[in-house]
């Protein structure tokens, strides 16, 4: 167990790194001609599935072009190395940003036209390639394939066999390390919260389009690499190598492998192509392997050999005493640091109404929140509470009215620019993202303050570490503040109910929301977390955040709200402070179920 704790100290990019070296030298240890090739046909295979594990994996899109992607980059350094462009840095930078080039063109009409369009368009184009290539006969060959490609050279000088193995292990180490670096930052938090929720990615600030659409084109960035390798292994590229058999060897090796894991597909890829893909009787029946492995794999090994792998590491944890913190909130409010102001914006819902085909499920409703205020939105089931949330949050647009953050108006605006103004909220049941730390899933509530583009985040420029720093800092504190923070490495989606609803209350709040939209935080929580949870509440208000709190605890409500506001049937019944409110008889009839007589509370409330 000594030996575990230490293997655990270490970075975990050491591993994966040490064995990518280990390949880099393995020509030192007398590797045959015919290995050295599968090995080089094993990166390549591995540069396409982490495409596809990217886009799959973590933005949770099935796409299924990286063949189209593959032909595009093996054509495009084909016709270069014919034209007299040799170089293999250039030809590399040119495939990967001609399949980038594709991945976007051919993603937008999929992406614009939602569901599983993308997965269908990605399917046909892989359909098409053969056809595609064959149109363009007399440049691409056609169906005989490309012939003539000079052999690749660096910096003028040609790179035979021996060094193209080193350019093809060293292509992969590299952009697995890209890769590393854009997974473990926020925007690879970004893609998994995409792929949990499209509607907790847009209240974060994450344009769901725009994610999407950028995990399917990176994905094609390598795919694009990978096809220029190919083209001068062979120096030779037919229509066949790209056709529906090697989609769906990419789609099984990273079902093998693991999608969500980066070093996954480099495993389903070497199993792949050091396995089964060697045998030329296995090439003839490769579709019914692939086919079959599909269905048992797809059901049988979810989360592929990665997630065992985790597994068996979490059970070694275990065993090593290395998890295990508890899951109880720490001590009570008095413990809690004091929190920094939180300015809030106004929020005024103007006479808003919205009907799903014949439910009129807002009518006309009004709205008033003050900064430094709670305004509890109440009523019974199907009042329409929710639909006013959705709406001030971008995600329904009204039939009519106004909503207004301080003096923007959002109503109609998309979910996530209404969350660039300031909006934050939880949601009925909490929605974290899987295989996240409590931390990074705290964090992730930043994700629309101090941007950092991905090219600094897999360069690791400054700005990164910048923002990296802002972004620990901010969720350390916020966690701090909800009595979490000694669970901060935990899997956010382990903790129990009352912790996930805190945590979710803790990534709302880091981004310093103008306006906080708490959406029955308290349901499910015991007498102690609902304690909890009032005191940070009233916390902040007293930061100055403006608040709406959506709620069926009417004791709660009663001892929280500045203001209720009493929703039935979509219309407003009723609003003002609690000591109105628990007395007024409509509210009475209509949200507690009190006939006015026969209650010692109605009788008050009618005296
Ligand atoms: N997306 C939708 N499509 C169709 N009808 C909807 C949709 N969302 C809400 N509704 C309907 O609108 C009405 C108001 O629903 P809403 O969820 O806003 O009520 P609520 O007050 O939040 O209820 P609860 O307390 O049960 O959460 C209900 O009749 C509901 O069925």
Same mark, same amino acid.
Request: some cysteine; aromatic content about 6%.
């Given at each position: 167990?000594?030996?575990?704790?230490?293997?655990?100290?270490?970075?975990?990019?050491?591993?994966?790194?040490?064995?990518?070296?280990?390949?880099?030298?393995?020509?030192?240890?007398?590797?045959?001609?015919?290995?050295?090739?599968?090995?080089?046909?094993?990166?390549?295979?591995?540069?396409?599935?982490?495409?596809?594990?990217?886009?799959?994996?973590?933005?949770?899109?099935?796409?299924?072009?990286?063949?189209?992607?593959?032909?595009?980059?093996?054509?495009?350094?084909?016709?270069?190395?014919?034209?007299?462009?040799?170089?293999?840095?250039?030809?590399?930078?040119?495939?990967?940003?001609?399949?980038?080039?594709?991945?976007?063109?051919?993603?937008?009409?999929?992406?614009?036209?939602?569901?599983?369009?993308?997965?269908?368009?990605?399917?046909?184009?892989?359909?098409?390639?053969?056809?595609?290539?064959?149109?363009?006969?007399?440049?691409?060959?056609?169906?005989?394939?490309?012939?003539?490609?000079?052999?690749?050279?660096?910096?003028?000088?040609?790179?035979?066999?021996?060094?193209?193995?080193?350019?093809?292990?060293?292509?992969?180490?590299?952009?697995?390390?890209?890769?590393?670096?854009?997974?473990?930052?926020?925007?690879?938090?970004?893609?998994?919260?995409?792929?949990?929720?499209?509607?907790?990615?847009?209240?974060?600030?994450?344009?769901?389009?725009?994610?999407?659409?950028?995990?399917?084109?990176?994905?094609?960035?390598?795919?694009?690499?990978?096809?220029?390798?190919?083209?001068?292994?062979?120096?030779?590229?037919?229509?066949?190598?790209?056709?529906?058999?090697?989609?769906?060897?990419?789609?099984?090796?990273?079902?093998?492998?693991?999608?969500?894991?980066?070093?996954?597909?480099?495993?389903?890829?070497?199993?792949?192509?050091?396995?089964?893909?060697?045998?030329?009787?296995?090439?003839?029946?490769?579709?019914?392997?692939?086919?079959?492995?599909?269905?048992?794999?797809?059901?049988?090994?979810?989360?592929?050999?990665?997630?065992?792998?985790?597994?068996?590491?979490?059970?070694?944890?275990?065993?090593?005493?290395?998890?295990?913190?508890?899951?109880?909130?720490?001590?009570?409010?008095?413990?809690?640091?004091?929190?920094?102001?939180?300015?809030?914006?106004?929020?005024?819902?103007?006479?808003?109404?919205?009907?799903?085909?014949?439910?009129?499920?807002?009518?006309?409703?009004?709205?008033?929140?003050?900064?430094?205020?709670?305004?509890?939105?109440?009523?019974?089931?199907?009042?329409?509470?929710?639909?006013?949330?959705?709406?001030?949050?971008?995600?329904?647009?009204?039939?009519?009215?106004?909503?207004?953050?301080?003096?923007?108006?959002?109503?109609?605006?998309?979910?996530?620019?209404?969350?660039?103004?300031?909006?934050?909220?939880?949601?009925?049941?909490?929605?974290? #993202?899987? $295989?996240?730390?409590? /931390?990074?899933? @705290? %964090?992730?509530?930043?994700?629309?303050?101090? *941007? &950092?583009?991905? !090219?600094?985040?897999?360069?690791?420029?400054?700005?990164?570490?910048?923002?990296?720093?802002?972004?620990?800092?901010?969720?350390?504190?916020?966690?701090?503040?909800?009595?979490?923070?000694?669970?901060?490495?935990?899997?956010?989606?382990?903790? #129990?109910? $009352?912790?996930?609803? /805190?945590?979710? @209350? %803790?990534?709302?709040?880091?981004?310093?929301? *103008? &306006?906080?939209? !708490?959406?029955?935080?308290?349901?499910?929580?015991?007498?102690?977390?609902?304690?909890?949870?009032?005191?940070?509440?009233?916390?902040?208000?007293?930061?100055?955040?403006?608040?709406?709190?959506?709620?069926?605890?009417?004791?709660?409500?009663?001892?929280?709200?500045?203001?209720?506001?009493?929703?039935?049937?979509?219309?407003?019944?009723?609003?003002?402070?609690?000591?109105?409110?628990?007395?007024?008889?409509?509210?009475?009839?209509?949200?507690?179920?009190?006939?006015?007589?026969?209650?010692?509370?109605?009788?008050?409330?009618?005296?």
């Amino acid at each position: 167990m000594a030996l575990w704790r230490l293997i655990r100290s270490a970075p975990g990019w050491l591993f994966p790194l040490a064995a990518g070296l280990l390949m880099l030298f393995l020509p030192e240890f007398g590797l045959s001609f015919a290995l050295s090739r599968q090995v080089q046909l094993a990166c390549i295979l591995a540069l396409v599935v982490s495409g596809l594990n990217l886009s799959l994996g973590y933005a949770g899109e099935l796409a299924l072009g990286q063949a189209a992607m593959y032909a595009a980059g093996a054509y495009t350094a084909g016709l270069m190395s014919i034209a007299g462009y040799t170089d293999i840095v250039l030809q590399l930078t040119v495939s990967g940003l001609v399949a980038l080039a594709v991945g976007i063109v051919t993603g937008i009409p999929g992406l614009r036209l939602g569901s599983w369009s993308l997965a269908m368009t990605s399917f046909f184009l892989v359909l098409l390639v053969p056809d595609i290539i064959a149109v363009f006969g007399e440049t691409t060959g056609g169906r005989n394939g490309l012939s003539g490609i000079e052999p690749a050279t660096l910096f003028g000088e040609a790179i035979d066999s021996d060094r193209f193995y080193l350019v093809v292990v060293i292509v992969a180490i590299l952009w697995f390390a890209v890769l590393r670096n854009l997974v473990v930052s926020r925007h690879g938090i970004a893609f998994r919260t995409l792929k949990q929720s499209p509607v907790l990615a847009s209240s974060v600030g994450i344009s769901v389009f725009r994610m999407k659409l950028l995990g399917y084109a990176i994905g094609a960035f390598p795919a694009g690499l990978a096809g220029a390798l190919f083209a001068n292994i062979d120096m030779y590229v037919s229509p066949e190598a790209f056709g529906f058999t090697f989609a769906t060897a990419v789609l099984a090796a990273c079902i093998l492998g693991g999608a969500t894991s980066v070093y996954g597909a480099a495993v389903g890829a070497a199993i792949m192509q050091l396995g089964p893909n060697q045998s030329s009787e296995f090439q003839q029946y490769a579709l019914v392997f692939y086919g079959g492995f599909l269905i048992l794999g797809g059901v049988l090994l979810s989360g592929g050999l990665a997630k065992v792998a985790k597994q068996a590491t979490a059970r070694l944890d275990r065993a090593a005493g290395l998890t295990g913190r508890g899951t109880r909130a720490r001590p009570g409010d008095t413990d809690r640091p004091a929190m920094e102001p939180m300015p809030g914006r106004a929020l005024v819902v103007d006479g808003i109404s919205k009907a799903f085909g014949g439910n009129q499920a807002l009518d006309s409703a009004s709205l008033r929140a003050e900064p430094g205020s709670i305004t509890a939105l109440i009523g019974p089931n199907g009042s329409g509470k929710t639909t006013m949330l959705n709406m001030i949050c971008g995600f329904y647009r009204p039939d009519s009215g106004r909503i207004l953050i301080g003096d923007t108006e959002v109503q109609g605006k998309a979910p996530e620019r209404v969350a660039g103004c300031g909006v934050a909220r939880t949601f009925q049941t909490p929605d974290i #993202p899987d $295989g996240v730390t409590v /931390l990074e899933a @705290v %964090a992730s509530g930043r994700y629309s303050t101090d *941007r &950092v583009s991905m !090219l600094s985040t897999v360069l690791r420029l400054p700005r990164h570490h910048r923002v990296r720093a802002a972004d620990i800092a901010e969720a350390e504190r916020a966690l701090d503040v909800v009595g979490l923070s000694h669970l901060r490495d935990e899997t956010a989606t382990a903790l #129990p109910l $009352g912790m996930r609803r /805190l945590l979710e @209350v %803790a990534r709302s709040v880091v981004a310093e929301p *103008r &306006v906080l939209l !708490l959406d029955e935080v308290a349901s499910g929580l015991d007498e102690d977390e609902v304690e909890r949870l009032a005191g940070l509440i009233r916390q902040l208000r007293d930061a100055g955040c403006t608040i709406v709190l959506v709620e069926h605890n009417f004791r709660l409500v009663l001892a929280l709200a500045d203001t209720i506001v009493v929703l039935a049937q979509g219309r407003v019944i009723a609003e003002g402070p609690p000591s109105e409110i628990e007395h007024n008889p409509r509210v009475l009839s209509e949200y507690l179920g009190v006939v006015a007589e026969d209650t010692e509370l109605a009788g008050e409330a009618t005296s």
